[in-house]
């Protein structure tokens, strides 16, 4: 389904469903388009309809991340993923469907990174 | 008016695909990510179904000039292995493997009031409103992937 939705973006706006890049155009107010709000309006609708197919049992805690991690971690995504143009959709998906060396690099990087920082952090 | 609709209908799918493959769950993303006896290939399955699907899209539109409702394909503006892209990844896993969390599932997460990511939204979308503020070397960074 995330391949399917990436695809049609592409054929129907011509545009990569990159997640961090649409949220920050969604955040600017200067981009008279109105297409990023409506795809972050999809984003929360779409997660309604996937909850509603998932075991209730299964309702979200906290668990065993706190909140200070939480909100470090969302820094660094957020600056991350703007400073290098792209998160797991526009370069993961996106980039590497298309054969971008640039997002492979970048894929590959986050991938090796992500995985050094949780395997310190949360290995069991 | 189609165009608004086709970002909601893209967007609508990205989150049931999102939440239903459990990538929303950052606990299933760690599982990948934590190289332990635990270790869990969920993200890795639902990545490259997703690159293969995409790519068909990508290949249906080699022999068209425009997509469907707008004049021409958005390609990134940006080309080349840079400092910037490799340090943005480098610094964009680090979060990603602390929290479990990338942008698409965060904001699927906040937007169902899923606490864990409504705890880490604040700092993500502070990070992006900053970023815009910050002056920028290089032209248009719009069509970043």
Known sequence: MIGIAAAWLWLSLGRIAGVSGIAAQALMKTRANAWPVLFVIGLGAGGWIGNAFRDAATIPHLGTLDVLMLITAGLLVGFGTRLGSGCTSGHGVCGSARLSKR???????FIVVGMLTATLMHAS | MSRSL?????????????????????????????????????????????????????????????????????????????????????????????????????????????????????GFIAALLAFEGLPKPTAPQLDDA
């Open chain 1, 103 to 109: 997002s492979i690099s970048a894929t590959a990087m």
């Open chain 2, 6 to 122: 086709a970002a909601l209908i893209a967007g609508t799918i990205f989150g049931t695909g999102l939440s239903i493959s459990g990538m929303t769950n950052p606990d299933v993303v760690l599982a990948f990510l934590t190289l332990d006896s635990t270790w869990d290939a969920s993200l890795l399955l639902v990545m490259t179904s997703a690159v293969a699907v995409t790519a068909v899209g990508y290949l249906a539109s080699a022999h068209r000039d425009a997509p469907l409702f707008d004049r021409e394909f958005h390609l990134p503006a940006r080309a080349g292995i840079d400092r910037r892209l490799l340090l943005g990844a480098v610094v964009f896993g680090a979060g990603w493997g602390l929290s479990g969390y990338c942008p698409g599932p965060a904001i699927v997460g906040a937007l169902t009031l899923d606490p864990r990511a409504l705890a880490f939204l604040p």
